[in-house]
């Protein structure tokens, strides 16, 4: 069936992987033949070399050849890339042996592979199935021979083959100058849309190039592996240094590919442009400044490549050469054009650089600036795009020292208050000809980009500030093209909105700036006209143009308010407690109108609008704005909105948009943590979840979990399961309240308004029941990381692990623990089921603290240290408490547990349970056939170390004081001993049957060092044995009368064992075993001893031993 044929393909992968590295392992170990010199310096090569009768050599040059034929035939045929890696492998240390080799032969065998190569590459008769996986196994045998070459010698391979490449691609670039598919116009880079009447006469020639393609022309293929290969070259840090002569030459080449009339060619070009790119201005991360400042300045870029300026800047000039100006009579003249195919990859490439601080000399050939007009002619062209790039082009362009000017002159450009501008879809008339929506939108793109990275990076504040009272002085005189009623363009509308946004952002970095008052009163005043568009002057049919707009009006209206980007060095205020900050001048604007009722207003209605870009935004902004670290007016008074807690509560309800819902819940998250926070600060002040009386909550919860069951999306359901946090965490503390209190109440006292109510007491204990099997499930391995994370976030939220203090000492002990708490709530034993809950929770939080993830791991056990800090006023929300280790935080969390519980015997059947499944875990690891081993994922973390939880677990158990486990009722002690008894054979058995049906699946197979020596084995053998160890000191620290019955175990397990005892911890172990039972029943009461024990035994072994 279908699964054998998987089955099949899969292990022939495997075995040829397999086979390359044990070839690469070989050639790496076994000798190989060598020549010898002669005193004038000639290689004498004797014939018996030949045959391999020298001394030392294992393989010949034959069987050398035969290799290496292997490796390139594997290479050319094999299209799975992990079996092309481990072939590169492989054939990168054949190559590498064969270079340093003081054989002529050996080193000219290299050569000769790579020959073969460049012949298959460029070989006749290619087809579209040697193009899969981008090449396949090509681009891999030539990192093969360049990384193969010796470090610290000239390389030869290297530079022969790059060249080679380069020359393979360009020669499709001639091949293809005259090509049927491009017309005269191709060679200045634009081709004319032809019209429906003359779409007959093209139609032929269309399905004529179509048919072409299919086949495959000559050149093609080659030059889609010469570019794969220059691809991976370039991608490779470790060829960086010997590549980069030829990084101007390739990127020059791949640019001009941007041309072909072939979609493979470009698409590689793409790729090895991109690699290109990359390699030599660095990676950029978009949502990280830094990554920008790490790149090399426009001045640097072009003095280290010189040849990219002559090019770059002939390629620009003839793009623009016949671009649109924007105006309405070009555009329908000339509606038809499309970009040249060079344009985009060279505007990309100049926005990747960085603005210089210093400006080149006069007259120098290399000047970035010199790109400047032709960057200005894209900027203001008809398309969209180009426009954007260009923008973005004019940023590593312009130096700090010709940033003003070329600001105030774009700034200048805007029309005027008494001007128009030419609407392409009127006729309206206009002064300035060259003045179109275009070109405005153009411009203000240029003044964002310059104001967003050139003016904030500015180290001069003085400079800065100067730069933006100027260009306030002139927008301010060009508000009109950010009212929607004087300027009907929202597009502009919201670009100017940027700008002052960006100026705004700005201006918060220069400090004392006279000028943000001038700039928030325009941005607020014409935000607050953008944001009542949709209100005042509704479209009949949806306008996306509106939607963006009311977006970034949105944005822009709330950060006058609070800014808060990432960007900002220091989150400032504008309106903090009190009124406006000092040394502003807030006059014109009315005292109503920055109310906060006012703002509290605007903020329900766009958090409640209609449309989806204005929730997002708001939400977004509401919910940086509530994870801001001051506690000032503004937030004060949010906190207290009782109409904004039920908007927000609303929503939950209403709002149907997945991100929307994600963005309320964070919000009630954060809202609701920063209320625990401050508690006690602001205690007169009326509370979103502490003034929520146990309905709401309960009403609150359902809701949670109604969505959680029927919500897909993983962050919401993230963010679900931090919510249902903030609910237990008032479960929790209603019902420890009642179950302390419930000894000092009598039956039939209770009240029904009293948090003891036996009703609500099984509803909190519901609930918090199903949020631990919850959270369970949620911290296993195979859950994705970000889920992981948020159950840890959810479990400190929810306060339970605190309770652990509150309800330890009213845990009963007079109880036999069953195993069996959650089948039914039961009031009497409330107290010992809600104890069960809160240690499994604590077990869950300890095995996150051993999850691979090592930022999830740091940040829980900073919280975990919390929980354990002994007073609530130390805990730390402060940032001075010192992080212990992970290992650390582990035992001091057992500890912490056994000093609240280690007086009941349900502690002890935790400890037990805990034990038991580790060992269990790693008996079904170590089941199955070979086959189903092989095929099988991997483990999910590889970070856990079940043996530690163990040690831990058995280390306590061991300290349990037994005698007061027997100090309960009379008619109990036989129970309770019949319960350690019941938990020590149960180990006993475990161990017994796990040790034989081991021997049996391995068939006698004789191991290294012994079976007890294997890796699966060993985890369940010592785990089982070190529990038997530690129940039988346990027990035997209280009185036990017939301690004689407790050998046949003993002697059961050394039977069973017997196999294993090669491993010096487990023959040590077990020597303890014994000795313990000689000292307690009495010295040669175990007769097996003597057979087991021998004179190998260490003296100071410490069955702990990952705990020291």
Same mark, same amino acid.
């Given at each position: 069936g279908r699964q054998t044929e998987q089955i099949v393909m899969v292990g022939c992968w495997l075995a040829m992987k397999e086979v390359s590295l044990l070839l690469g392992t070989i050639i790496r170990k076994v000798p190989l033949p060598t020549s010898d010199v002669s005193e004038s310096g000639f290689q004498v090569v004797h014939e018996t070399d030949l045959s391999n009768t020298k001394s030392g050599a294992m393989l010949d040059l034959k069987q050398l050849e035969v290799i290496g034929n292997y490796f390139l035939e594997v290479l050319l045929k094999m299209k799975h890339n992990g079996a092309i890696d481990k072939t590169r492998a492989g054939f990168t240390a054949l190559c590498n042996r064969l270079l340093c080799s003081n054989d002529s032969r050996l080193c000219k065998l290299t050569e000769s592979w790579m020959e073969q190569l460049m012949e298959r590459t460029v070989a006749k008769g290619q087809t579209v199935d040697d193009l899969l996986r981008r090449s396949a196994g090509i681009p891999a045998a030539f990192i093969a021979f360049f990384l193969s070459e010796p470090q610290g010698t000239p390389k030869r391979l290297l530079p022969r083959a790059l060249r080679w490449l380069i020359d393979v691609a360009n020669k499709s670039l001639t091949d293809h100058t005259e090509a049927n598919s491009f017309s005269a116009d191709a060679c200045n880079g634009f081709v004319e849309a032809k019209s429906p009447a003359n779409f007959s006469e093209v139609a032929p020639d269309i399905y004529h190039a179509e048919r072409i393609s299919k086949i495959r022309d000559e050149g093609v293929i080659p030059t889609v592996h010469a570019f794969n290969v220059l691809r991976v070259a370039f991608n490779d840090t470790n060829l960086a240094t010997d590549t980069s002569g030829f990084s101007a030459e390739a990127?020059?080449?791949?640019?001009?590919?941007?041309?072909?009339?072939?979609?493979?060619?470009?698409?590689?070009?793409?790729?090895?442009?991109?690699?290109?790119?990359?390699?030599?201005?660095?990676?950029?991360?978009?949502?990280?400044?830094?990554?920008?400042?790490r790149a090399i300045t426009g001045l640097e870029f072009f003095h280290r490549y010189p040849p990219l300026h002559l090019f770059l800047f002939n390629e620009l000039k003839i793009a623009t050469?016949?671009?649109?100006?924007?105006?309405?009579?070009?555009?329908?003249? &000339?509606?038809?054009?499309?970009?040249?195919?060079?344009?985009c990859p060279v505007l990309i490439l100049l926005s990747r650089l960085k603005p210089s601080p210093i400006a080149s000399e006069a007259g120098d050939p290399l000047d970035p600036f010199l790109f400047m007009p032709l960057i200005r002619k894209c900027s203001v062209q008809s398309n969209l795009r180009i426009r954007v790039f260009a923008s973005r082009a004019l940023t590593g362009l312009v130096s700090n020292e010709k940033l003003p000017f070329v600001l105030l002159d774009i700034a200048s450009e805007l029309p005027g208050a008494g001007e128009h501008v030419e609407n392409s879809d009127s006729s309206l008339s206009s002064i300035r000809v060259n003045s179109s929506f275009n070109s405005l939108h153009g411009m203000l793109l240029q003044l964002n980009s310059l104001l967003d990275t050139n003016c904030r990076d500015l180290a001069d504040v003085s400079k800065k500030d100067n730069i933006l009272a100027e260009l306030i002085h002139i927008l301010a005189s060009r508000s009109w093209i950010g009212s929607p009623e004087q300027c009907p363009c929202p597009i502009i509308n919201s670009c100017i909105l940027k700008v002052l946004d960006s100026m705004l952002s700005v201006a918060r970095t220069c400090q004392m700036s006279d000028n943000i008052d001038v700039i928030w009163n325009l941005l607020w005043r014409l935000s607050s006209e953008c944001l009542d568009l949709g209100v005042a002057c509704a479209p009949t049919y949806f306008d996306p143009t509106i939607s963006e707009l009311r977006k970034q009006a949105a944005s822009s209206y709330f950060n006058c308010v609070y800014q808060t980007s990432k960007e900002v060095a220091e989150e400032y205020l504008l309106i903090p407690s009190g009124g406006p900050p000092s040394g502003s001048n807030l006059s014109k604007i009315s005292v109503n109108e920055i109310s906060f009722s006012r703002f509290q207003e605007r903020l329900i209605r766009s958090i409640s609008d209609t449309s989806y870009e204005v929730r997002i935004a708001t939400l977004k902004w509401f919910l940086l704005f509530l994870k801001s670290p001051e506690y000032n007016e503004i937030k004060r008074s949010c906190f207290t909105s009782v109409d904004l807690q039920t908007c927000v509560m609303k929503l939950l309800t209403l709002d149907n948009n997945h991100k929307c819902l994600n963005y309320i819940l964070k919000i009630i998250y954060s809202w609701s943590q920063q209320e625990y926070h401050n508690n006690g600060e602001e205690c007169a002040d009326p509370k979103f979840f502490g003034d929520m009386d146990s309905e709401s909550v309960l009403q609150f919860w359902d809701k949670v979990v109604s969505l959680y069951k029927v919500t897909r999306h993983s962050k919401t359901r993230e963010m679900l399961l931090c919510c249902m946090g903030i609910c237990i965490k008032q479960f929790a503390s209603s019902l420890s309240i009642s179950v302390v209190d419930l000894q000092n109440v009598k039956a039939g006292e209770f009240n029904p308004h009293d948090p003891s109510d036996p009703s609500k007491l099984s509803v909190f204990y519901e609930c918090i029941s199903y949020y631990v099997d919850l959270i369970e499930q949620h911290t296993d391995a195979s859950e994705p990381v970000n889920m992981r994370r948020a159950a840890a976030e959810s479990m400190i939220a929810s306060g339970l692990l605190d309770q652990a203090k509150v309800i330890g000492p009213s845990v009963y002990n007079n109880q036999i623990p069953d195993g069996n708490f959650c089948s039914s709530f039961k009031q009497e034993k409330v107290v010992n089921m809600y104890a069960h809950k809160i240690l499994d929770?604590?077990? &869950?939080?300890?095995?996150?603290?051993?999850?691979?993830?090592? &930022?999830?791991?740091?940040?829980?056990?900073?919280d975990v240290q919390n929980c354990l800090t002994s007073k609530r006023s130390e805990r730390s929300f402060v940032t001075g408490v010192v992080p212990s280790q992970v290992e650390q935080v582990i035992e001091r969390s057992f500890k912490h547990l056994s000093s609240?519980?280690?007086?009941?015997?349900?502690?002890?059947?935790?400890?037990?349970?805990?034990?038991?499944?580790?060992?269990?875990h790693a008996c079904f690891i170590s089941e199955g056939d070979l086959v189903k081993r092989v095929f099988d994922k991997e483990i999910d973390n590889h970070h856990e170390e079940k043996l530690l939880i163990c040690q831990i677990c058995c280390f306590h158990l061991e300290k349990l004081p037994a005698s007061r486990f027997l100090l309960i009722e009379p008619c109990n002690v036989h129970e309770v001993k019949d319960f350690l008894q019941n938990w020590r054979r149960r180990f006993a058995q475990k161990l017994v049957l796990f040790a034989k049906d081991y021997v049996v699946a391995q068939g006698g197979a004789d191991w290294i060092g012994g079976v007890g020596n294997h890796k699966d084995a060993f985890l369940p053998l010592y785990a089982n044995l070190l529990a038997f160890y530690g129940l039988s000191n346990c027990i035997f620290k209280g009185k036990q009368d017939d301690r004689k019955l407790m050998l046949p175990e003993v002697e059961e397990i050394g039977e069973a064992i017997?196999?294993?005892?090669?491993?010096?911890?487990? &023959?040590?172990?077990?020597?303890?075993?014994?000795?313990?039972?000689?000292?307690?029943?009495?010295?040669?009461?175990?007769?097996?001893?003597?057979?087991?024990?021998?004179?190998?035994?260490?003296?100071?072994f410490d069955r702990y031993f990952l705990l020291r």
């Open positions: 990127l020059i080449i791949s640019i001009r590919c941007f041309s072909s009339p072939h979609w493979e060619i470009r698409n590689s070009a793409c790729l090895a442009y991109t690699a290109l790119v990359r390699r030599m201005i660095g990676f950029l991360n978009v949502h990280k400044r830094a990554s920008v400042r050469e016949s671009l649109l100006d924007g105006s309405s009579e070009h555009l329908r003249s &000339s509606m038809a054009k499309v970009v040249h195919p060079s344009l929770l604590w077990f &869950s939080c300890i095995r996150l603290l051993e999850d691979e993830d090592e &930022s999830l791991r740091r940040k829980l056990a900073l609240i519980f280690g007086h009941c015997l349900d502690y002890l059947d935790f400890l037990c349970r805990r034990v038991l499944d580790s060992a269990n017997q196999p294993f005892l090669s491993n010096p911890f487990l &023959s040590n172990l077990f020597s303890l075993v014994v000795k313990l039972h000689d000292k307690m029943i009495g010295e040669g009461s175990c007769d097996f001893s003597q057979k087991i024990i021998d004179e190998s035994a260490w003296d100071s």
